[in-house]
């Protein structure tokens, strides 16, 4: 995709791609227009972006567009898979740069779990089988994807390191309706980000159950899922998985907003974008690293805001909450602690796998990941305030350094 362009003719050009790759024109239902309309307007609108980052773009949209395709195909001709009961999932939530990998991670070693692999979630058809999960075709695949995806970008390792035969976030399922918050770390695209956080979630979880059922009709388990975006959407997943068991991560905010910020400079730098001529906020002149310093203020203190917001209308859900402090502390206590909570016990067999996996994945392995709010012309002070009801209600702050 060269030139710039409109928000129609670029709508047009994706969704054409992907029905002519695949054959298929059916969509499902039409929530998943009105995210890519917005997102397409937002893209022409506000990112600025040159041909190289024009064709990233087109990359990951063409990819979640051909997948839903597909899906939406496979459920035409197997309509049994809507009978697929999703029990209980496990949903890791929290801001991001809590310790929601690792935790994903570790409860991804329990046999009796269930993850979301990275590569399935955008090559869900045909559902993979339990008896080949460990040898799919697929994996190799994405497993090619992420590493050169890391050779373009090597310090991104450091920042976020996920391994294309490992478990992966469940926005992968929201992103495939254009109404997810990967889309914010991605591109500038502060238009879509407003109407997002306005959007109907309904629409999206619906999807993201169908995805889940499809995927598990031949390799079933007990889902282990984990999003931060989780938190701005808790109504709608709730009402989609009533007996979900939502543990939430915690960290002090001086270290989860600037490392947030760091993720996104460091994946999308500025050689995907052309001179700023976004019409956004009129900031002709503002940086990515001050974007998205903005941005992540901004989202992260509404992620926490919804979250306190849901759990005082909603005292009948039952939250754990765990420290980032306890769970680096001792990860497999915490995930003992995680268990207990809803009268589960943690098996001798899957504690000694998630000891191996810490033993064979200490923390820094790929280099270490320093960052500061000063980093990004924030004020220690301004951070604190906005974050001020969050660390008291749930006891983040850290010492003093």
């Known amino acids: 995709m060269t030139g710039a362009p409109t928000a129609d003719e670029l709508v047009d050009q994706l969704v054409e791609a992907a029905v002519v790759e695949t054959g298929l024109d059916d969509f499902g239902d039409w ?60 949903v890791v939530a929290g801001m991001l740069r809590t310790g929601t990998t690792i935790l994903l991670e570790l409860l991804a070693q329990d046999p009796a779990n269930r993850p979301l692999m990275k590569w399935e979630g955008l090559t869900s058809v045909p559902p993979p089988t339990a008896a080949t999960f460990d040898r799919d075709p697929r994996i190799a695949v994405e497993v090619e994807k992420q590493e050169a995806i890391y050779s373009m970008v090597p310090e991104l390792k450091a920042v976020h390191w996920e391994p294309g035969d490992g478990p992966t976030e469940c926005v992968a399922l929201l992103t495939q309706t254009f109404r997810a918050q990967d889309w914010h770390g991605l591109f500038r695209v502060p238009g879509y980000v407003e109407w997002f956080h306005d959007c109907d979630m309904g629409p999206a979880y619906a ?26 959407a808790l109504d709608a997943l709730f009402a989609t ?45 503002e940086s990515l690293g001050e974007y998205f310093a903005r941005l992540w203020v901004d989202v992260l203190g509404l992620m926490v805001d919804r979250l306190g917001e849901f759990r005082d209308r909603r005292p009948d859900v039952t939250v754990h909450d765990l420290h980032y402090r306890d769970l680096v ?26 000891h191996e996996y810490l033993d064979a994945h ?40």
């Not at 022409?44 to 990359?59: E, F």
């Open 31 to 90: 929530a998943w227009r009105d995210g890519l309309d917005a997102l397409a307007g937002s893209i022409v609108a506000d990112a600025a972006l040159n041909d190289a980052g024009r064709l990233i773009l087109g990359s990951w949209a063409h990819d979640r567009l051909v997948n839903r395709l597909r899906v939406v195909d496979w459920w035409r001709a197997h309509p049994e898979v809507s009978a697929q009961p999703v029990r209980a999932p496990i």
């Open 362 to 401: 200490p923390q820094g392995r790929h280099g270490a990941h320093r960052y500061a709010v000063s980093d990004f012309g924030l004020d220690e002070g301004d951070v604190r305030d906005r974050f001020a009801d969050y660390c008291e209600r749930y006891d983040v702050l850290e010492p003093a350094r």
């Open 207 to 232: 999807y993201h159950r169908a995805s889940l059922q499809l995927l598990q009709s031949a390799a079933p388990g007990r889902w282990v899922l984990k999003a931060p975006g989780h938190l701005l």
């Open 329 to 354: 502390a001792d990860p497999v206590g915490a995930v003992a602690a995680i268990y207990a909570q809803w009268g589960d016990e943690l098996t001798p067999e899957a504690a000694q796998r998630m």
């Open 241 to 285: 998985y009533p007996d979900a068991r939502l543990v939430v991560t915690h960290r002090d905010p001086l270290e989860t907003v600037p490392s947030s910020i760091s993720l996104s400079v460091t994946a999308r730098p500025d050689s995907l974008t052309s001179a700023w001529s976004g019409s956004s906020g009129g900031r002709e002149s």
